[in-house]
């Protein structure tokens, strides 16, 4: 069955990878009727704001919408445009797999997802400073917001992500010890979603800090992590990097009425327009596209191309120590399809 979803190239290496992954998804027969959208700078020079009601209108209609990374001009009091998407959707499910595809790395059995909650917690926006004296600066106030609803939709999530997925352990992690209010609700409502799981998926629970060395020492032992907005950002940044970097991490943002699927990547202005960036985190958010319209095989069908390319043909970008260009890795992936 056709599907109409949302297209937003991005900026910066965006163009480039959505290119790679349109045709990529055409070899592989995925069936999606595009509707065309801008964000970001694109958007800026087309319609005079980085997210147009256009732009809203289309995902609030498609419900889906695969997006390339957008740049936030700085100054001119634009917020983060990638933000504003996850707030006006309620996109509160930020889902981040991670997994060893490159042989050589340090870490050949990763395979875990990092669940981050979206909306709530530092990123709710209440961010101010504080004239004292002739100082318009002597104080700066941030404020973390969680609510009960939100900590028990998110560990409800993974844990149902865990179910779907076939996958064992949900690592709750928290900083209830200094934390008490924010990270202490976390942790108490985590507690209780998972007695609902209880012989089916085993939980687990970590201190952020020792989450964070832990996965650079033993990420193996790491299965699902559910975490708060920002120990999320933290820990799936870190994530990546353990088995080859940004280039190859996805990452779907998923709310009740919506999903948009997007590279972790930014728009890395330093290579744009050279034809070399590794559009695999583009296709990689492509087949959770898939998965999430339950076009499971087709999905399946995508990894596995892509591993195949990457790992038999040896068909590598620049940033995975190869010298393919971004056409070049596109193709090897289809020809595998
Ligand atoms: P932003 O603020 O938009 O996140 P940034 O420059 O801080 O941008 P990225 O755009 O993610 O962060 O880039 C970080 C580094 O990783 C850059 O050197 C960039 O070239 C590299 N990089 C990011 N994505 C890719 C990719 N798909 N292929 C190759 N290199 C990449």
Known sequence: MRREATLIRGDGIGPEITQATLQVLEALGAQFDWDEQYGGVTAIEKAGTPLPDATLESVRRTGLALKGPLTTPLGGGYRSVTVALRQEFELYANVRPVKSIVPGGKFPDVDLVVIRENVEGLYVGIDRTFKVGDDPKALAQTMSVMTRDGCRRIVRYAFEYARKHGRKKVTVVHKANILKATSGLFLETARQVAEGYEGRIAVDEKIVDNAAMQLVINPAQFDVIVTTNLFGDILSDEASGLVGGLGLAPGANVGETAA??????????????????????????????????????????????????????????????????????????????
Do not use: W, Y
């Open 260 to 337: 948009i699927f997007e590279p972790v990547h930014g728009s890395a202005p330093d290579i744009a327009g050279q034809g070399i960036a590794n559009p695999a985190a583009q296709l990689l958010a492509a087949a959770m596209m898939l998965d999430h319209v339950e076009e499971l095989d087709a999905a399946a069908r995508l990894r596995c191309a892509l591993e195949l390319a990457i790992v038999k043909d040896n068909v590598r970008t620049r940033d995975l120590g190869g010298s393919a260009s971004t056409a070049e890795f596109a193709r090897a992936v289809a020809r595998r399809l």
